[in-house]
């Protein structure tokens, strides 16, 4: 059972470019996020969805996009990259996204904007 | 205000003491409280969660919460240097409305 698998874990960009963060759950868990962590911050939702084709905004959603065509698949589009957009991406994902449930993070993709 | 506070530390103590890791929240209608493990360059792993007053054990962990005070925290004790880590708090104020604080760093020394 792999959980949540993010790709890439390291990426550079130049400013401007574009890139998709790829996060796929094999848990058939109906909620996932998208989270990022800049260094001595705590963890910023950006985006999340509820369950294939609803999708919604986070506290942190600018410059960014997402897609949920499937259970599965939750990738995360940057367009125009920016250096403030130089972060450590978490995916992760729960069942039911209920109080109480823990959520199960993906190992995380370094992003540097330069 | 911060919604969630925590001291960044590091929080430093000697193998076998107890750790205690401090929150506060600002949202009087936060209904979870999570602790999160994060080790230097890995995901953050939940280890505890508390949604009623009072104290929750788990091993050697134990979570308190005083919603009047609007502050949770998290002990660990029989320190190991294996708990040397960032431990952050989240909490949960409504839905899919899951606020980390910053974390703090522990130090365990053997």
């Known amino acids: 059972n792999a959980g949540v698998t993010q790709t890439p874990k390291f990426r550079i960009l130049k400013i401007g470019q574009s890139m998709t963060l790829q996060c796929t759950q094999d848990m058939n868990h109906n909620y996932m996020y998208w989270y990022r962590q800049d260094p001595g911050m705590g963890l910023k939702l950006i985006y999340y969805?509820?369950?294939?084709?609803?999708?919604d905004k986070g506290e942190v959603p600018n410059g960014y996009n997402v897609s949920r065509s499937t259970t599965e698949d939750f990738p995360l589009r940057l367009e125009l990259a920016a250096p403030s957009q130089t972060s450590v991406y978490f995916c992760?994902?729960?069942?039911?996204?209920?109080?109480?449930?823990?959520?199960?993070f993906g190992s995380g993709t370094q992003l540097s904007v330069l | 205000q911060k919604e969630v506070e925590q001291n960044s530390g590091p929080l430093s103590v000697p193998e076998g003491a107890i750790a205690s890791l401090n929150c506060t929240y600002s949202?009087?209608?936060?209904?979870?409280f999570f602790w999160y493990r994060q080790y230097s360059g890995k995901s953050p792993e939940l280890i505890m969660f508390?949604?009623?007053?009072g104290d929750k054990e788990d091993g050697r962990f134990t979570a308190q919460l005083n919603k009047a005070s609007q502050y949770v925290s998290l002990l660990i004790r029989d320190s190991q240097p294996s708990d040397s880590a960032t431990y952050l708090c989240a909490v949960q104020g409504g839905f899919q409305k899951l606020v980390f604080g910053t974390g703090t760093r522990l130090l365990v020394s053997p």
């Open positions: 969805s509820v369950g294939a084709g609803i999708t």
């Open positions: 992760a994902s729960s069942y039911s996204g209920l109080n109480n449930e823990k959520l199960f």
């Open positions: 949202d009087r209608g936060s209904q979870s």
């Open positions: 508390i949604y009623s007053n």
